[in-house]
């Protein structure tokens, strides 16, 4: 069994959280609390990571992620 490492960005609203993982484009979840979307998008990502397994596709690896909120005015 291979471990990989891949960053998620929660994001909460009204309706709950939502989640996505960068580096798996098209690998996003949602869940009514932050533990349910933590969850899912472990699950989102195992998912993907099988497919892209079975289908003898290259696994991605952000060498570094960044995050930072930003101000704009308008």
Known sequence: MSVYKFSAIIEKDMDGYFALCPELQ???????????????????????????????EEIPQAESVSLTMMEVAV
């Open 26 to 56: 098209g690998c996003y979840t949602q869940g009514e609390t932050y533990e349910e979307v933590l969850e899912n998008i472990r699950d989102a990502i195992r998912l993907h990571i099988e497919d892209r397994i079975e289908n003898g």
